[in-house]
């Protein structure tokens, strides 16, 4: 569940001119469609990215799965919208018809983060607005509204909490951590998922219909809740979980039956800038790039070739410069080199690599480029991105160092630097497509060591339009956008 809200800019050249910048990425998904919850207006699963409808190029900030539903906010208005299943009114609505397509929930503008949460059914959903309100709806039955009630509805209500910076929900409870940096929890606490630290008799042993504050955690930067249990990451890379830990889930390097832990323990993890947990396993990304994950493991949502549990963090393979990451059910995904990359569980096509086998080690998602966000629901994923021009083949594995492009900003120019560089001595070849994905040049094919080099292209004969430069070296590539704007 994750909740990223990153902007990357896509560089345009001016001819004569100077350069600007812009942000045109949309909302792709993929995995299992049974109820319409890939917002493209069928219910056929995909195995590669396709677009949400209703969505213009830019228009969305961030989104999150729940399992069979999702949610986003829309850039021009900052209102929140929802498709797929709506049997307990987690699409906000007012109804429990399931859609399709984006359709409006009945919220003002003004939100900035949305949680999708639940299990098979019944689920519900979460929104914080600017001002510092949490809305919910859908499903209550243990109190996941945090509004002293246990009623479901299809129309959203509000938390009984003010000063909320981010928000988490897990399958029948919630986080959120407030302007102070404290964080609160709410909903069902029999495994200890709210940390409030409370004793058999208290009144909130077994759930709280309203916020608690979660005991001795302080300077709470993120959060994360999954089955029965949470995770916070604090402001010195450190990550902090509770809860049950049946199977390795709050990575202390113990686990079983009956393991539970009710207030905030150290996980033996340092240097950590992102978390995220869905089910029962917890992903972290770090500092140096690399990404650990630790809990279930039996689909390879490990990423390191194993159908391991672990109860203390592993890392996964082949991802050395991760920035973002994000939880499914049984599957998980990272942000490498503005690419997005997907593995464990694969039963629904979650992994977006056009199959249905699922990989115990991280595989490309197919197509996607310039990727800022990504979110995944039980056997569903998404990317806020671009996309290849379909005639552009994809296949390979990723460069370990990407294509990167500058453009000089001088007045009169109409060339840019194309900076690159190589891991392994071989052949090498560097084409440019336009955005049919035809071949408009192939501008070197050549041997070449290893190491880094440029080579300037000259754009005096471009038109104005969207090109793409792909650095081949044997069946590796890296892939940069580019448009070219004649003023």
């Not at 896509?10 to 995995?31: K, P, S």
């Not at 919220?107 to 059914?121: D, M």
């Not at 902090?240 to 079983?256: K, P, R």
């Not at 071949?439 to 038109?463: A, H, W």
């Amino acid at each position: 569940m994750n909740r990223i809200k990153v902007i990357f800019i896509t560089m345009v050249c001016l001819l004569a001119g100077v350069t600007r910048l812009f942000a045109d990425q949309e909302l792709w998904a993929w995995g299992n469609n049974n109820f319409g919850q890939l917002g493209d207006s069928t219910k056929m699963g995909r195995w590669v990215p396709v677009k949400v409808h209703k969505f213009a190029p830019g228009d969305v900030i961030t989104m999150d799965g729940g399992p069979r539903h999702s949610l986003a906010i829309r850039a021009s208005d900052s209102t929140v919208w929802a498709w797929g299943h709506n049997d307990c009114g987690q699409l906000g609505n007012g109804t429990t018809t399931e859609s399709l397509e984006p359709c409006s929930t009945h919220l003002p503008g003004g939100f900035i983060e949305v949680v999708g949460a639940g299990v098979n059914a019944p689920c519900y959903s979460l929104a914080l607005r600017a001002d510092g309100t949490v809305w919910a709806w859908g499903y209550n039955g243990e109190g996941q509204f945090g509004n002293n009630t246990k009623n479901n509805s299809s129309l959203p209500c509000s938390t009984w909490i003010d000063n909320v910076v981010a928000i988490a929900g897990g399958i029948s409870h919630a986080l959120a951590i407030k302007s102070d940096s404290t964080v609160w929890a709410w909903g069902r606490n029999e495994y200890g998922a709210l940390g409030d630290s409370s004793v058999w008799g208290d009144s909130t042993w077994f759930e709280s219909l309203k916020p608690v504050q979660v005991h001795n955690l302080t300077n709470a930067i993120e959060i994360a809740a999954g089955s029965e249990y949470s995770a916070a990451l604090k402001d010195d890379g450190t990550v902090w979980s509770w809860g049950d830990n049946a199977y390795g889930t709050l990575g202390i390097d113990t686990m079983g039956a009956g393991t539970r832990v009710r207030f905030p323990c150290s996980t033996h993890i340092f240097d950590v800038i992102a978390i995220d947990v869905f089910f029962l396993h917890t992903i972290s990304a770090k500092s140096d790039g690399t990404v650990w994950s630790w809990g279930l493991g039996i689909f390879g949502q490990m990423g390191n070739n194993s159908d391991t549990t672990c109860d203390k963090p592993v890392q996964a393979h082949i991802l050395t410069n991760a920035t973002a990451v994000t939880a499914g059910h049984g599957h998980s995904l990272a942000i490498e080199d503005s690419t997005a990359w997907a593995w464990g569980l694969n039963n629904g096509g979650q992994l977006g690599n056009n199959s249905t086998v699922t990989q115990k080690e991280p595989v490309q998602v197919h197509n996607l480029i310039n990727v800022t966000a990504i979110g995944a629901g039980r056997e569903h994923s998404y990317a806020i991105g671009d996309t290849f021009p379909a005639a552009i083949a994809i296949g390979g594995k990723k460069i370990t160092d990407p294509i990167s492009l500058a453009v000089a900003p001088t007045v009169g120019r109409n060339s840019f630097c194309i900076k690159y560089s190589i891991p392994k001595s071989g052949f090498v070849r560097l084409k440019l497509y336009d955005i049919t994905g035809s071949v408009k040049n192939v501008l070197f094919e050549k041997d070449l060591r290893c190491g880094s080099y440029s080579s300037t292209l000259d754009l005096s004969d471009f038109s104005s339009g969207i090109y793409f430069l792909r650095l081949e070296v044997g069946n590796k590539y890296a892939v940069k956008k580019f448009e070219v704007v004649k003023i």
